[in-house]
């Protein structure tokens, strides 16, 4: 006789089912913090990092005669998440408008510009600008500082330093914010086969880079 059929049990990711210990029944250890929309199904076990700071980028709003570039760009409030837009008026001097279309401020080339919570240096180059001469700066992540999004080593405004692990179980972000609850301190230890990594976790160094975070929280790991 035949040995008999079983159907495989897929075991889903239990409620904080990575932790091993923490202190005080999690009353020092674990806090209420709210998933960013957009991420799918988040599982208990996801390693997180948290929105610190807005991030900008800036790119030529079209072709423009000089050939100045853009330097580092420096957020923080009051600034929007949108386009910015930086246009020149003459050879040296710009006008910076919000996403809105307000006017933010004036700046000149090879001075540092710091208004409407926007900061940043325009150096010329060897082609003078013209009038019409302009660039966007795109800032992301504004209205998002302080939520929480799967660590991703390739971010920019703070996701990219693992800073908690999710502990509630399936968070169903696509459509909107979802509170939740994770580690987000020591004293703890974790087990490190019991993680979720997020989609731009893909090599073993950036694992590590993670774990090491965790641990000067306090959250120890007690296998990879």
């Known amino acids: 006789m035949a040995a008999p059929r079983v159907t495989p049990i897929s075991e889903q990711w239990h409620a904080w089912g990575f932790l091993v210990w923490d202190a005080e029944d999690g009353m020092v250890s674990r806090d209420t913090i709210t998933l960013l929309t957009g991420f799918g199904i988040i599982t208990a076990g996801t390693v997180l ?6 991030a900008a980028a800036a790119t030529a709003l079209g072709t423009n005669t000089g050939n100045g570039t853009f330097g580092a760009i420096t957020v923080a409030a009051p600034s929007v998440a949108g386009v910015y837009v930086v246009e020149f008026d003459t ?7 919000a996403p809105n279309g307000e006017e933010v401020g004036h700046g000149v080339t090879g001075a540092a510009f710091a208004a409407g919570g926007l900061g940043f240096t325009i150096t010329a180059g060897g082609t003078a600008f013209v009038p019409a001469d302009s660039f966007n700066v795109t800032v ?9 999004v799967p660590y991703d080593p390739t971010g920019n405004d703070g996701r990219e330093v693992a800073s908690a692990v999710l502990g509630s179980g399936y968070k169903d972000t696509t459509l909107l914010n979802q509170a939740a609850a994770a580690l987000v301190r ?29 641990k000067l929280l306090g959250i120890q790991t007690t296998a990879t």
Not at 49 to 54: C, P, R
Not at 91 to 97: E, H, L, M, R
Not at 140 to 148: C, I, K, P, S
Not at 186 to 210: C, D, F, H, M, Y
């Open 186 to 214: 020591g004293p703890a230890r974790i087990n490190g086969s019991e993680l979720v990594w997020g989609a731009n976790v893909t090599t073993t160094p950036q694992k590590t880079a993670a774990l090491a975070s965790l």
């Open 140 to 148: 992301t992540g504004g209205a998002n500082v302080g939520l929480w």
């Open 49 to 54: 990092g948290q929105i610190a700071a807005a």
């Open 91 to 97: 050879a040296t001097n710009y006008i910076v408008s």
